[in-house]
């Protein structure tokens, strides 16, 4: 694994003759509240290599120097938006093997389950939640981080030529910048939608306040410890204290240290002073109306895509998911399609 200046150095210079490179990331996020980039494996034929941007690498010099290669991912929307958060990550050339195989018709798209059907090998999946924030890595931690980029040049000319066979590369191109678009753009996270985990709704409203509150103080306990909010507290002990303590009733402590069940206790106790005004209120989805005309025009359109899907041996929600086939229902200019698609379904 590269962890000084020097090996990086070589190393960008040897990428250099390159033309195709495989691409694949490691993170902590089972393990940490802050996310971080722990791992990047690079693979081109003859060459498996692993990166350490724990250890301060310039990974902008990389980025650089992957500029107008053809970069080979497997499911590369988590990838990249974790990529970018260290520069600017060239997305221009990327082949997703994940998405490829989707259009070609794969009923498997799991990169374990590829590799087995196409190169009959077998992965271990002993190190998938490993800590790769850790330091040094186990063999077995370095052999999975390199199979994850071992076979994926050759699943990438499988595939193209697949693609190629079934006149497939424009619904693979568009499929692919929409897919690219998406990761560009930045997730808002809805605080008053947070809190309410699955089961919420079960509880009284009184309850909620409670819910809320401790939900913020787990978040608050985890960015200040930098561990997941579900090492401080699952959100099945989060309902049931929250049920018992809005109702006045016993509750069994979670195994906290003195100073954080002290924090906790303030926690429901002011929690309990909130006024009702103030309690959270029950979020009323808001029910779209459709017309006889609209309903009748989903279910043909529905219809047709699935027969589609069959005759081209696709799952029906690539060539179009429900929520696209309601709005085209709707209304058929809705940018909800892609251009591909909408040559699939004659609209």
Not at 6 to 32: M, V, Y
Not at 84 to 93: A, I, L, Q, V
Not at 322 to 345: C, D, F, M, S, Y
């Amino acid at each position: 694994m590269i962890s000084s200046d020097s090996p990086f150095r070589e190393f960008l210079t040897e990428l250099a003759s390159q033309s195709q490179i495989a691409l694949d990331t490691e993170a902590d996020s089972l393990h940490c509240y802050f996310e971080k980039l722990c791992l990047v494996q690079i693979g081109w034929p003859g060459k498996l290599q692993l990166l350490d941007p724990l250890a301060k690498l310039p990974l902008p010099d990389f980025f650089e120097a992957l500029r107008g290669k053809r970069l080979i991912f497997h499911d590369a929307d988590y990838d990249l938006r974790l990529l970018r958060r260290s520069g600017e990550f060239p997305d221009d050339h990327i082949f997703d093997t994940m998405l490829a195989a989707k259009l070609c018709g794969e009923s498997q798209l799991g990169l374990a389950a590829l590799i087995k059907k196409y190169f009959d090998v077998e992965l271990s999946k002993a190190s998938r939640k490993a800590n790769w924030g850790q330091r040094p890595l186990s063999n077995q931690m370095v052999e999975y981080a390199l199979n994850d980029v071992r076979y994926l040049v050759d699943l990438a000319d499988i595939f193209e030529e697949r693609l190629e066979e079934l006149g497939r590369n424009e619904w693979f191109l568009q499929s692919r910048d929409r897919m690219i678009k998406a990761t560009r753009e930045v997730k808002q996270r809805d605080e008053e939608l947070l809190w309410r985990i699955s089961g919420y709704i079960k509880l009284p409203p009184r309850a909620w306040v409670v819910l809320r509150a401790m939900w913020q103080w787990r978040d608050a306990e985890a960015r200040r410890w930098d561990k997941p909010p579900f090492y401080i507290m699952s959100h099945e002990e989060m309902l049931q204290i929250a049920d018992l303590v809005a109702q006045g009733k016993k509750w069994k402590a979670p195994k906290f240290s003195q100073d954080r069940a002290t924090r906790f206790q303030e926690v429901l106790e002011k929690a309990l002073t909130i006024p009702e005004e103030e309690w959270p209120q029950e979020i009323i989805a808001v029910r779209v109306s459709i017309t006889k005309k609209e309903a009748d025009s989903f279910r043909k359109l529905k219809e047709l895509r699935d027969r589609k899907a069959h005759e081209l041996g696709l799952d029906p929600s690539i060539i179009a998911s429900k929520a696209a086939l309601e709005a085209i229902a709707k209304n058929v200019n809705a940018p909800a399609l892609l251009t591909w698609q909408r040559e699939v379904l004659g609209i």
